[in-house]
């Protein structure tokens, strides 16, 4: 799809969004960091083993950036900020354990998926003792309605898991479907990270209300974009294979609006490979042409965008300063990761 000069200029201004976060956010971060190694330790070898090798893949840390970050929006940062960082950071890699078991995936973050290497048991209990230890991290500030938004994100997390899993290779799943699977599985934390930081901050209600406004219209941003990546990035850029979606008979937004409009032999196309673990390099690209032909992958960048400016107006009642700025330049940024 060409790059219009709308677009390309979104992207190169957004460009460098998130080496400003990394900047802003690097004092309080090197705290997270130090807690995350902390806590990721046990007596038990098995533990820590599996834990690091997944959290030494690195990844962006968006999450936990974005929790510092609305904690220093606010200008009241009480150190509990570390902790809710870290903690929002250990449910992502717990849900990550546990999903490449129940998608039967074989990489994660550009290598081997732990499974591959430990087996699914060990996954998915590395998975629960991080999810342990992000709540023991939250108990320990004692911020018990903090603790009380981290609780129910896990809630509404596993519920989106499970709505999903129901999904798979559905073809009646309809758009608000897919908006109630990504709202749940992936805003929800975005929601949460942004929401416990201002908490952390000092902030007031309205000041919380927009922080959990903004993250969730920025978590519902980013999954758009990455369903969107999944059949155009790389391997090596996604972390994952391209098309692992389609093998896995995910019903994300290109597959729904294209089945909408497709006709009855590229209808029978895309099924052929929704949920196929066989499918190769040579099906892909043919799913992919009829998405282009639809432009279902540019009305799912679209629906991205629309999140993105909601995510900005969220931080419209807050009184100007530079983080307001880079985080709404975080918003561009997210949308402008599809280019």
Do not use: C
């Not at 409009?261 to 052929?272: D, L, N, S």
Request: no cysteine.
């Amino acid at each position: 799809m060409a790059l219009s000069a709308a677009a390309a200029n979104e992207a190169i201004t957004s460009a460098g969004a998130l080496d400003r976060l990394l900047d802003a956010t690097r004092p309080g971060m090197e705290r997270v960091n130090a807690m995350i190694l902390d806590k990721a330790s046990s007596h038990v070898a098995l533990v820590p083993e599996v834990a690091r090798y997944l959290i030494d893949a690195g990844g962006k840390r968006l999450r936990p950036m974005l929790t510092i970050a609305a904690s220093m929006l606010f200008g009241n940062a009480n150190g509990s900020e570390v902790n809710f960082a870290a903690a929002v950071e250990f449910m992502h890699n717990a849900t990550l354990l546990h999903d490449d078991v129940v998608d039967e995936s074989n990489m994660r973050r550009g290598r081997a998926a732990a499974r591959m290497l430990w087996g699914n048991q060990a996954s998915v209990l590395v998975g629960d003792f991080l999810l342990g230890q992000a709540f023991m991290m939250m108990v320990d500030t004692g911020n018990v309605a903090a603790l009380k938004v981290i609780s129910q994100a896990a809630t509404v997390i596993a519920e989106g898991e499970v709505l999903q899993l129901a999904k798979t290779r559905d073809l009646s799943t309809s758009s608000a479907d897919y908006d109630e699977v990504i709202g749940a599985k992936t805003a929800t934390l975005f929601e949460a990270a942004t929401e416990v930081g201002a908490m952390a901050g000092g902030a007031d209600a309205a000041g919380r209300r927009a922080l959990k406004d903004y993250g969730r219209e920025l978590g519902f941003a980013f999954q758009l974009v990455d369903d969107v990546l999944d059949y155009r990035g790389e391997s090596g850029t996604l972390g994952k294979n391209t098309g692992d979606d389609l093998r896995e008979g995910k019903m994300t937004l290109p597959v729904i609006l294209a089945l909408r409009q497709a006709t009855p032999a590229e209808h029978e196309t895309i099924i052929g490979s929704l949920g196929n673990i066989g499918t190769g390099e040579a099906e892909l690209k043919q799913v992919v042409a009829i998405f282009e032909r639809y432009d279902t992958l540019g009305k799912t960048i679209a629906e991205a965008g629309t999140h993105a400016i909601r995510a900005r107006d969220a931080l419209k009642p807050l009184p100007p300063s530079e983080m307001k700025t880079l985080l709404g330049d975080i918003a561009d940024f997210t949308v402008a990761r599809a280019y």
